[in-house]
T-cell receptor, first 115, second 110 residues
Framework: EPEVTQTPSHQVTQMGQEVILRCVPISNHLYFYWYRQILGQKVEFLVSFYNNEISEKSEIFDDQFSVERPDGSNFTLKIRSTKLEDSAMYFC?????????????FGPGTRLLVL | EDQVTQSPEALRLQEGESSSLNCSYTVSGLRGLFWYRQDPGKGPEFLFTLYSAGEEKEKERLKATLTKKESFLHITAPKPEDSATYLCAVRGSNDYKLSFGAGTTVTVRA
């Protein structure tokens, strides 16, 4: 069964460093998302992306965040200058359709720890 | 803003002891209520989508129902492998995003 994959599974970085989280969505999916989950808290939406453009973003997704689809298979989330409060699980999701029958399928996550 | 509240926060069941989880929501124009299962340290795994009041979906020991204000996830005769956190999420008419509740952590003892 096709699935969303994410690399790395764990990332430790120093505050102020740049990190890039990578995702390979399901191959025939066109809509891509990033969510994050701080330990013990809800899953929170960051950004949605379609046709090389951001469709929607949350207040969390400020200027230090960016997303890119650099080729036909990868979808990346870049955090330019990490802060302690960026420590969280980051989930990529993808969907085939948009609209009434949309289902978002999630990857296994990248656990980011900022020291 | 979309709001999702799940109860209880945690549920401890004996194997075979059926129970229900609640998800109450406030959303502008519901375009889907979603149930996901999340194991520790893993990503949410899709279970069901419900679109309109009165709709029901079933999968093995799980059954999800929907009213205009809440959804229930019924677990019938649970087994230890049903132990997980169950997440409820909604999508509104003007949204692409899912808004999640905090989840209910279910522990099933053999």
């Amino acid at each position: 069964e096709p699935e969303v994959t994410q690399t790395p599974s764990h990332q430790v970085t120093q505050m102020g460093q740049e990190v890039i989280l990578r995702c390979v969505p399901i191959s025939n999916h066109l809509y891509f998302y990033w969510y994050r989950q701080i330990l013990g808290q809800k899953v929170e939406f960051l950004v949605s992306f379609y046709n090389n453009e951001i469709s929607e973003k949350s207040e969390i997704f400020d200027d230090q965040f960016s997303v890119e689809r650099p080729d036909g298979s990868n979808f990346t989330l870049k955090i330019r200058s990490t802060k302690l409060e960026d420590s969280a699980m980051y989930f990529c999701a993808s969907s085939q359709y948009r609209g009434l029958r949309e289902t978002q399928y999630f990857g296994p996550g990248t656990r980011l720890l900022v020291l | 803003e979309d709001q999702v509240t799940q109860s209880p926060e945690a549920l401890r069941l004996q194997e075979g002891e059926s129970s229900s989880l609640n998800c109450s929501y406030t959303v502008s124009g519901l375009r889907g209520l979603f149930w996901y299962r999340q194991d520790p340290g893993k990503g949410p795994e899709f279970l069901f989508t419900l679109y309109s009041a009165g709709e029901e979906k079933e999968k093995e020991r799980l059954k999800a129902t929907l009213t205009k204000k809440e959804s229930f996830l019924h677990i019938t005769a649970p087994k230890p492998e049903d132990s997980a956190t169950y997440l409820c999420a909604v999508r509104g008419s003007n949204d692409y995003k899912l808004s999640f509740g905090a989840g209910t952590t279910v522990t099933v003892r053999a």
